[in-house]
């Protein structure tokens, strides 16, 4: 059977150190029909960076036309450089069939919901606790403790926001939660109404085709 | 973590043939806090059926007074018969944090939807083609051709009312729509407004807990 299905648009949003970024890269590497959504910037590429792989990089003539023509399914400045997601390439990736994961804080995912609501998935993902946050944000950077201290405070501002998403997976054990989040894709690619290419097979059922 | 959650009301609907008993029971089987929803019914017992277990056997006047006093979340009349599911059991395992599985038809699924929504999570079975159904029905059963004609309007008359659902699986292979089955138990557990118990743990965490 052909499966004509569109694409999800899948918001993950945590505080950092709450596992995000393990989560995305395990959910990209199991799935071929899925895509990272590229952003665009403002800010210079640093080392290593490629345009159009890490970001699409633009100058702020370039951005500000953007936001004008409404390209963006959302946009925000922070400090100088501005950041958005150009609408083209999802809308192609969705019409492809292809699941788009964003990777986007509380205000992108509250401007997405106006942009584009239908396609949305929305997941949270939680600590098991706020010492384990800051143990992993220790682990892994060696960062001041003011730098930490303010870490800290921003994951706090972004939990807050938890209760404005559709699913909240508590990472207490990654293992357990990758299987959470491919039972959350799987199961909303079995939505009704996700499954519209259905409609012409179900006729022929009840012709008793 | 102690997690407090409220069961599930898992509605299955199907053609008969498509593959449902099947899979009712090896959900049941892998998951230990599952109940299956016990019918209360005015027919007599047939040999070996157990009361509480199979139905709840009534007589007419109960069924009637029960039906009066609003303990049914749903009923029907069935030839000279009446079905329906009390409302008491079901709330019994919700509030113990078990979900409850309903193997009723459309009628019986729309009264659900008016009666208890929140809870409710609607599934439709869809066989791979008429064909293949009626294969089933066949195979399993020493029935006329009217017998399995009659059947196989019936079910085109079940498949008619998809759309009434709020997932739809095609089981070709009852691997795969078990494997589909079960993540959409997992991702609706896993729905916001469904973890409450999160609320007070969230609190902890913004609070620097």
Same mark, same amino acid.
Do not use: C
């Given at each position: 059977?052909?499966?004509?299905?569109?694409?999800?648009?899948?918001?993950?949003?945590?505080?950092?150190?709450?596992?995000?970024?393990?989560?995305?890269?395990?959910?990209?590497?199991?799935?071929?029909?899925?895509?990272?959504?590229?952003?665009?910037?403002?800010?210079?590429?640093?080392?290593?960076?490629?345009?159009?792989?890490?970001?699409?990089?633009?100058?702020?003539?370039?951005?500000?036309?953007?936001?004008?023509?409404?390209?963006? +399914?959302?946009? %925000?400045?922070?400090? !100088?450089?501005?950041?958005?997601?150009?609408?083209? *390439?999802?809308?192609?990736? #969705? /019409?492809?069939?292809?699941?788009?994961?964003?990777?986007?804080?509380?205000?992108?995912?509250?401007? +997405?919901?106006? %942009?584009?609501?239908? !396609?949305?998935?929305?997941?949270?993902?939680?600590? *098991?606790?706020?010492?384990? #946050? /800051?143990?992993?944000?220790?682990?892994?950077?060696?960062?001041?403790?003011?730098?930490?201290?303010?870490?800290?405070?921003?994951?706090?501002?972004?939990?807050?926001?938890?209760?404005?998403?559709?699913?909240?997976?508590?990472?207490? /054990?990654?293992?357990?939660?990758?299987?959470?989040?491919?039972?959350?894709?799987?199961?909303?690619?079995?939505?009704?109404?996700?499954?519209?290419?259905?409609?012409?097979?179900?006729?022929?059922?009840?012709?008793?085709?």
């Amino acid at each position: 059977m052909k499966t004509q299905r569109r694409g999800l648009m899948i918001v993950l949003s945590s505080p950092s150190g709450a596992g995000k970024t393990t989560l995305t890269r395990q959910l990209l590497s199991e799935n071929q029909n899925m895509a990272m959504s590229v952003s665009a910037t403002t800010r210079r590429p640093r080392p290593g960076e490629v345009d159009g792989r890490d970001y699409f990089f633009v100058d702020k003539n370039a951005f500000s036309t953007m936001i004008e023509e409404g390209e963006f +399914l959302e946009h %925000a400045k922070v400090f !100088d450089n501005y950041y958005g997601t150009p609408r083209g *390439p999802v809308e192609e990736s #969705l /019409e492809q069939g292809k699941d788009v994961i964003f990777d986007i804080d509380w205000q992108g995912a509250q401007q +997405l919901t106006q %942009a584009a609501s239908d !396609d949305l998935v929305k997941i949270f993902i939680l600590p *098991p606790g706020m010492q384990e #946050l /800051e143990k992993r944000l220790r682990s892994r950077a060696q960062d001041s403790d003011e730098v930490i201290s303010k870490r800290m405070s921003k994951s706090e501002a972004e939990i807050s926001h938890w209760a404005e998403y559709d699913y909240v997976i508590v990472n207490e /054990e990654v293992e357990v939660a990758m299987a959470e989040l491919t039972a959350i894709v799987i199961a909303e690619r079995l939505k009704r109404k996700r499954q519209l290419w259905l409609n012409p097979f179900v006729k022929t059922l009840v012709q008793g085709g």
